[in-house]
């Protein structure tokens, strides 16, 4: 038995550390509507359908939680929308401005175009992160 926890003790820095995303969506008239969410986890892959996760889940609120559970400690940025109509899709107008709430993680905003990975990016360690997006 000591065999095995010495074992355990110098196998411990080996094994994985998972960390937990909190996001926390703010947004007037959320409740009902459907909040698409994008993790992504570089520069290049920014935006695109390469997603780390996406996930989908109703808004139950003003204010909505979502939780991650065990996500590797890297960088990560968050897109997200709140799909009124259930489309699964941002819709925009003749310009391309958004028609529905969006956000990314740490509020990153331009009055023209989206942000860069830098400006949205975060870390994740072995314990909790919380990103609070305001969809506008």
Same mark, same amino acid.
């Not at 909040?35 to 997603?51: C, G, Q, R, Y």
């Not at 997200?80 to 699964?88: L, Q, S, T, V």
């Not at 990314?104 to 909790?128: C, M």
């Given at each position: 038995?000591?065999?095995?926890?010495? +074992?355990?003790?110098?196998?411990?820095? /080996?094994? !994985?550390?998972?960390?937990? $995303?909190? %996001?926390?969506?703010?947004?007037? @008239?959320?409740?009902?509507?459907?909040?698409?969410?994008? +993790?992504?986890?570089?520069?290049?892959? /920014?935006? !695109?359908?390469?997603?780390? $996760?996406? %996930?989908?889940?109703?808004?139950? @609120?003003?204010?909505?939680?979502?939780?991650?559970?065990? +996500?590797?400690?890297?960088?990560?940025?968050?897109?997200?929308?709140?799909?009124?109509?259930?489309?699964?899709?941002?819709?925009?107008?003749?310009?391309?401005?958004?028609?529905?709430?969006?956000?990314?993680?740490?509020?990153?905003?331009?009055?023209?175009?989206?942000?860069?990975?830098?400006?949205?990016?975060?870390?994740?360690?072995?314990?909790?992160?919380?990103?609070?997006?305001?969809?506008?």
């Amino acid at each position: 038995m000591k065999h095995i926890a010495i +074992l355990a003790a110098l196998l411990l820095p /080996f094994a !994985s550390q998972a960390g937990e $995303l909190k %996001l926390v969506f703010h947004g007037e @008239g959320l409740v009902g509507q459907v909040l698409m969410v994008a +993790l992504f986890n570089s520069p290049e892959t /920014f935006l !695109s359908d390469k997603t780390v $996760l996406a %996930l989908k889940a109703e808004a139950s @609120g003003d204010a909505t939680t979502l939780i991650i559970p065990d +996500l590797k400690p890297g960088k990560y940025a968050i897109s997200a929308f709140a799909d009124k109509n259930h489309n699964e899709k941002l819709d925009t107008n003749f310009v391309g401005k958004p028609k529905e709430l969006y956000g990314f993680s740490n509020d990153a905003r331009h009055l023209v175009g989206t942000p860069d990975f830098a400006e949205a990016s975060f870390d994740v360690g072995d314990g909790t992160v919380t990103q609070s997006i305001h969809l506008q």
